[in-house]
């Protein structure tokens, strides 16, 4: 059956590698303690613009949050005098807890994630015991996307691609000539995401990477994540489609479906889960707002036992 959503992505950055408008600037923010590459993403004909995946710093040893690592991509908002429409999350991260609601307050923009978020917040509602106060509903979002949902970062075309397999809820979006994948692939030389989370799926992960590298070989890749391999000192959060294709140590051109299955499944059982997965998800699924205080005006985040 034909995907007439790829066939949309690929179009439009396929137009975008050929037009002689300003393409998109991004530019790239590494918080080191997770690994995560936050991306503010703009439009320099309109100046407005989106920020991908941002962090809200947090210290498990003393439960505190702070803000350092968001204050950096306003610094660079306010610089650039931009205009924040989207604050995109690709998923619901188990790695580090999103800054968009602190986002939305001090520089404004939508709240968005995929539709599919619904499906994570049932399992770890459930899994936190959070009860009927919390909505399974996806509203903590400001706007849930769908499969080939089209939008626009300025007046560059922007279409969202559900690619599930790391959780059920991933999306990448397609916003011009570039593609910001979440946690899908790392870079060529260190693989790809892990598919063991609840919901995770490591034949959808293939399948949604094969679909991502159906995009024109010159489209820029914007990662979530790296994490050095062995065979350099430094970190890197952009590759392209061509590069993955040919040189991905895990999903390169020729590699079997169900060889990476195997490959995927047999990785994934020798990994530790996630220092920060507990914190995470449960603050991330309520679309990054922290638990509301109780009685007593202090914030607690729940820690359950012998279950993951």
Known sequence: ?????????????????????????????????????????????????????????????????????????????RQEGLTIDWLLETHAHADHISAAPYLKEKIGGKIAIGAAITTVQKVFGDLFNFGDEFARDGSQFDHLFRDGDTFSVGDIPAIALHVPGHTPADLAYVIGDCAFIGDTLFMPDYGTARADFPGGDARQLFQSIRRLL????????????????????????????????????????????????????????????????????QVNVRGGKLPPAESNGKRYLKIPLDVL
């Open 214 to 281: 159906s995009l024109p070989d010159e489209t820029r890749i914007f990662l979530c994540h790296d994490y050095k391999s062995a065979a350099r000192n430094h970190y890197v959060w952009e590759t392209t489609v061509g590069a993955q294709k040919a040189h991905n140590i895990h999903v390169h051109d020729g590699v079997a479906e169900d060889d990476f299955v195997a490959m995927r499944t047999k990785r994934d059982a020798t990994l530790d889960l996630p220092n920060l997965i507990l914190p995470s998800v």
């Open 1 to 77: 059956m034909e995907d007439k959503n790829l066939a949309a992505a690929i179009a439009q950055s396929s137009a975008a590698l050929s037009g002689s408008r300003p393409k998109l600037v991004v530019k790239g923010f590494f918080d080191e303690p997770t690994f995560t590459a936050s991306h503010v993403a703009y439009d320099p004909a309109t100046k407005r613009g989106a920020i991908i995946d941002s962090v809200l710093d947090y210290d498990p040893a003393s439960g505190r949050t702070s803000t350092a690592s968001a204050d950096q991509l306003i610094a660079f908002v």
